[in-house]
């Protein structure tokens, strides 16, 4: 790896210039490693993992690329892309073909703020928000320019995110012209992949990245109104903090489902009905029945892996534990103790909060979504999507069954979303104490 220091904008033009197209970029204010082995690891080698937020932010991710860029979240790279990009950790090692990107970020440093806002919901109840407001900021010092060989970084595993693209918009993937190296799992990037270190103080990479055009934050991070996959994750519900209420002022406490970083203001004084606002109610204490369901029966509450976790697919479809209940109870609703929002009802109040089996007929079962109306800080309302029915056979092995009240929105992957949960919940019941 060759060593530089660029006193000019003007030297480092012409020492990137050698390197030609064939080159990504990795922008850092600090340089980590030997001088000549730089050691740059991923965001999990680096932060540890937290399961219970990995599988929603799995989860999430896979929903947003669903519902923006079908035919993608089955793909690691990319579910692992959105997660390394708008605020989680991954297991890959993010890049540029923009040198002027990698100027960017080897010359500002990552601010974060922890913020509390008081906003209302739609109902002009008062509700405390807790958010991190977050920003790049310019400070004197050193910066470090990595160029990447981009032959050997593809032998490593080199992921283009170009096409993570949506009409009109401008995704931040997009926007910081954004690669992937990886899957790395504890270890650095090799030291094969690195063709320069590139040092200067930290206003010359800011003019040159200036001279390219990113001057702002908003430049690399892109607002929702831009970028709908933002969008998206900041529409998610919020969730009430437990513990934190005043009893002299009671005022509950809210962060978002997924605590992403804001680099732009989001403060709103009073939110539409469809923000909401989940305090932790359960059905079976605000509802007698659920929309949907012809024959009554229980709700029970299980773990929030039930809907947030994926089952392998190839597991037999018997679930003797799942029959008891319904030969006991009759219909029976999974709930968790979450609201799930699925992007085509972004602009809804409806939420997934579990799944529901309702018999149909002797040995025919159709498994749907439970779902609840929640404007603001209520649940309004309860009922049962339409699913897709299910035959058991004399071996007790569950077979999808073509109905003519069967969901008609024609996605195996939705309705394989419900059985990999109702695998969940058969575990569950067969070994609470395993979860």
């Known amino acids: ?17 050698e390197f030609g197209e064939n080159s990504l970029f990795r922008g850092q204010t600090s340089h980590y490693g030997e001088a000549a082995l730089p050691s740059v690891l991923t965001s999990f080698d680096r932060h540890g993992c937290i399961p219970s937020e990995m599988l929603k932010w799995s989860r999430y991710a896979k929903n947003v690329l669903n519902g923006y860029l079908y035919g993608y979240a089955d793909r690691l790279e990319f579910t692992q892309a959105l997660l390394q990009h708008y605020g989680w950790r991954s297991f890959y090692i993010d890049c540029s073909s923009d040198s002027a ?37 310019f400070e004197a010092g050193d910066g470090h320019l990595y160029v990447i060989d981009k032959a050997a970084a593809e032998r490593v595993g080199a992921i283009d995110l170009a096409v993570l693209k949506i009409s009109a918009s401008r995704c931040r993937t997009d926007a910081q012209a954004a690669w992937l190296i990886g899957p790395l799992r504890g270890a650095p990037v090799p030291s094969s992949c690195f063709l320069a270190h590139i040092v200067a103080d930290r206003s010359i990479f800011r003019d040159y990245a200036a001279k390219k055009g990113f001057r702002e934050t908003s430049s690399l991070f892109p607002p929702p109104t ?5 969008n998206a994750l900041l529409g998610l519900p919020w969730r009430e903090i437990k513990g934190v209420r005043d009893g002299n002022f009671s005022i509950p406490t809210f962060r978002r489902a997924l605590e992403l970083p804001e680099y ?14 989940f305090c932790g109610e359960k ?6 029945s659920i929309d949907g369901d012809p024959i009554g029966g229980i709700s029970i509450l299980v773990p929030d892996i039930v ?4 089952a392998d ?61 929640h ?28 109905h003519a009240e069967e969901c008609d929105c024609g996605s195996a992957e939705v309705h394989d979303t419900h059985i990999s949960a109702l695998h969940i919940v058969e575990a569950f019941l067969t070994d609470p104490e395993g979860f």
């Open 1 to 17: 790896m060759q060593q530089y220091r660029a006193k000019s904008v003007e030297e480092i033009e012409t020492l990137l210039g």
């Open 101 to 137: 990107v990698g100027a960017w970020f080897a010359s500002h440093k990552y601010v974060e703020n922890l913020t509390i806002e008081m906003s209302e919901d739609y109902e002009e109840r008062p509700v405390w928000l807790h958010k991190r407001m977050a920003q790049y900021s």
């Open 226 to 230: 831009e970028d709908p996959i933002l």
């Open 264 to 277: 732009s203001e989001s403060f709103v004084k009073i939110a539409w009905p469809r923000t909401a606002f």
């Open 283 to 288: 059905i079976n204490e605000k509802f007698d």
């Open 307 to 310: 809907l947030f976790g994926s």
């Open 313 to 373: 697919k190839r597991t037999p479809m018997r679930f003797p534990e799942v029959e008891a209940l319904l030969e006991k109870h009759g219909t029976v609703a999974f709930e968790i103790d979450e609201l799930i929002q699925h992007v085509n009802m972004g602009d809804t109040t409806y939420y997934q909060k579990g799944i529901g089996i309702i018999p149909r007929e002797s040995d025919l079962f159709e498994v749907c979504e439970l779902m609840v109306e």
């Open 375 to 402: 404007p603001g800080l209520d649940i309004t309302g309860v009922g049962f999507d339409r699913g897709w029915f299910y035959r058991r056979n004399l071996d007790g092995l569950w077979i999808h069954k073509r």
